[in-house]
């Protein structure tokens, strides 16, 4: 081979070479800046929004009495739940009993002799990163309750049924809540204990379906804050939670009132008007 071509091939090859030994920087230092431009980003963001559809067995609180009118459509009514929304009705869940918790919390939730009410909402977390972002704990802020302002409940009693998949819990919070409340193994137990919301990394969106319960006759307002991790930051950390606003979110959870001036029950049963009711209440536990 003459020296000309030899001085040809080794050319070649440095050429070659220099193109390999360059791509490593210029990857290293776009993949810098792609982590740069992610970590810039939101690690998330959260859309709180009550439950629109229908529970499977509900009541219905209103912050004015019926009147006669009122009360002759709502029981011809073929659309009951509709109707009291239409009148400025908030509507409650009645919360299914956690045969599956442990021993503890269904003895928790059944002491009073009384149903629990549930005030439900969905929680959507949403995420443009890149790399994944794990919510794996939450806690009840600022929460601050007074008496309902409810003057009527209409309720329709549960006839038995399983739980909803989801998280549980009371205000002010239970020991380990919020519980899982899917009918699976771990019902009624700390749901961040072993589980988390995991959003980035391809995953756009998740969330949860959350069950509150205010104290008896109680309307409260709370805030929510979350921990989260992702790779950068390892170790996690707490966020308030905040409205569209830019301000802290604000929750608003109530139960029924403990002494209404009108309540009835229906369903599996006649309609039954509990307020006239003197010496025996019948709504007693379902109201």
């Known amino acids: ?13 440095g050429g070659a070479l220099l193109a390999y030994v360059m791509i490593g920087p210029s990857v290293t230092k776009e993949n810098d800046s792609n982590k740069a431009y992610d970590a810039s980003q939101p690690p998330f963001t959260v ?10 067995e509900w009541a219905m609180v209103l912050d004015r009495t019926l009147t006669d009118d009122e009360v002759r459509k709502m029981k011809s009514s073929q659309d009951v739940f509709s109707y009291l929304k239409s009148l400025g009705g908030r509507p409650l869940a009645y919360a299914p009993l956690l045969e599956h918790a442990p021993a503890r919390y269904t003895e928790e939730q059944t002491s009073s002799g009384r149903l629990e009410f549930s005030d439900t909402f969905k929680m959507t977390v949403m995420s443009t990163r890149q790399y994944a972002v794990t919510i794996n704990d939450w806690r009840v802020t600022d929460l601050k309750c007074r ?9 329709n009693p549960p006839q038995g049924g399983a ?14 809540e919020p519980v899982l409340t899917d009918d699976t193994e771990g019902q009624g137990e700390p749901y961040f204990g072993n589980r988390f919301v995991e959003v980035g990394n391809g995953q756009s969106s998740g969330g949860l379906r959350a069950e509150v319960i ?3 006759g109680q309307s409260c307002e709370w805030g929510i804050q979350v921990h989260y991790a992702d790779t950068y930051r390892p170790e996690g950390r707490w ?7 830019g301000e802290p979110l604000r929750i608003r959870t109530e139960s029924v009132p403990e002494n209404p001036r009108q309540s009835w029950i229906f369903g599996a049963m ?5 307020h006239a009711t003197v010496e025996e209440d019948p709504c007693y536990g379902l109201l």
């Open 214 to 216: 205010a104290p008896p």
């Open 1 to 13: 081979m003459s020296v000309a071509a030899v001085s040809g091939v080794l050319g070649a090859l």
């Open 270 to 274: 006649p309609w039954t008007s509990c």
């Open 147 to 155: 008496e309902s302002s409810a003057q009527a409940v209409i309720g």
């Open 239 to 245: 966020v308030q939670l905040k409205d569209d606003n």
């Open 47 to 56: 859309s709180v929004q009550p439950e629109q559809s229908e529970p499977r």
């Open 163 to 176: 739980a909803y998949e989801g998280i549980r819990l009371h205000l002010p919070p239970r020991a380990d």
